[in-house]
C-alpha cells in the first residue's frame, strides 16, 4: 500500500536527517540545541516582550520529552554521569520529528547550509522540506487521508532555490503544489540513487499504476499535472 511505503521512506529520511543534524549542529556546539551557539538571531530573540522567543519555546518542548522519556536509559545515564547535560546527539534521539524540524528551522545559515548540504539542496529549501514532510509524516502516522488531501505548508517553488530535479515544482499552480505528488517528488528526489535502500522508485510506480481507471480517483486529485512529464524523477512512469 501507498501508505506504508510512504511510513518507510519517511521513516529511513528522518532517521538520517536526525544523525546529519546532530553532527553539524553539535559541531557548532555540543550543547548548540540548549546554549543557542549555532542557532539563528531570529530564533533567539523575542519578537515581542509579553512572549518568550521561539528558542524558549522550543526548550519547553524539549523539556517535555525528558520529562517524558525520563526511563529512558539515555536519560538515566545522563542525568546520572552527566548532569542532565545532554549532548545534541543523544538529545535527537528523544525528540519527535516535530521539534526536530523546528530546530532545524532555527539553526543559522552556516550549520542550516551544512545539514542541507548533505542531502544536495540548499538551507532555506531543506527547511521548508523539512516542514513539509514532517505534516505528511503526521498524516501517514494518524492514518489520515492522503491522495487527495490539500497540505498546507510545501516546498519554497522559487526557481532559484529549487534543485535541478524539483524545477518542474515551479510550473505548479497553487493547487498542485499544496497536493500529494509534490511530496512525491521530494522523497524521489531525497532518495536520489536509492539512498533510502527501500527502491523507492519502482515501487512507488507500481503502486501509482494499480490505482483504478475511475472518474473518482485519479491522478490529478494527487497534483499530478503536464508539469511533471518533464521531470528526470518521473522519467518512466505512465498510468
Keep these: 500500500m501507498l501508505r506504508s511505503l510512504l511510513f518507510e521512506a519517511l521513516a529511513v529520511f528522518e532517521s538520517q536527517f536526525r544523525s546529519v543534524l546532530a553532527y553539524h549542529a553539535g559541531e557548532a556546539s555540543p550543547h548548540a540545541h540548549v546554549d543557542g551557539i549555532g542557532l539563528s538571531p531570529d530564533f533567539k530573540t523575542a519578537q515581542k516582550e509579553s512572549v518568550g522567543s521561539a528558542h524558549e519555546k522550543w526548550l519547553i518542548g524539549y523539556r517535555r520529552s525528558l520529562r517524558r522519556h525520563r526511563e529512558n536509559d539515555i536519560v538515566v545515564k545522563h542525568d546520572t554521569f552527566e548532569d542532565g547535560k545532554f549532548p545534541i546527539w543523544a538529545a535527537v534521539e528523544l525528540l519527535d520529528f516535530g521539534n526536530i524540524s523546528r530546530l532545524f528551522a532555527g ?68 493547487y498542485e503544489r499544496s497536493k500529494l505528488f509534490t511530496r512525491l517528488s521530494v522523497l524521489l528526489w531525497l532518495d536520489g540513487e536509492n539512498r533510502f535502500g527501500l527502491d523507492l522508485k519502482p515501487r512507488l510506480f507500481d503502486l501509482l499504476r494499480t490505482l483504478p481507471d475511475s472518474e473518482y480517483i485519479k491522478l490529478s486529485s494527487m497534483g499530478y499535472s503536464s508539469a511533471f512529464q518533464s521531470s528526470n524523477l518521473w522519467s518512466g512512469f505512465s498510468h
Design 107 to 174: 539553526l543559522d545559515e552556516p550549520v542550516a547550509t551544512a545539514v542541507a548540504n548533505e542531502f544536495g539542496g540548499g538551507a532555506r529549501f531543506m527547511k521548508g522540506v523539512v516542514q513539509s514532510l514532517n505534516n505528511l509524516r503526521n498524516h501517514v502516522a494518524h492514518q489520515s487521508r492522503l491522495w487527495n488531501f490539500y497540505y498546507p505548508q510545501n516546498p519554497p517553488s522559487r526557481q532559484a532555490l529549487l534543485p535541478d530535479d524539483l524545477m518542474h515544482l515551479h510550473d505548479l499552480k497553487d
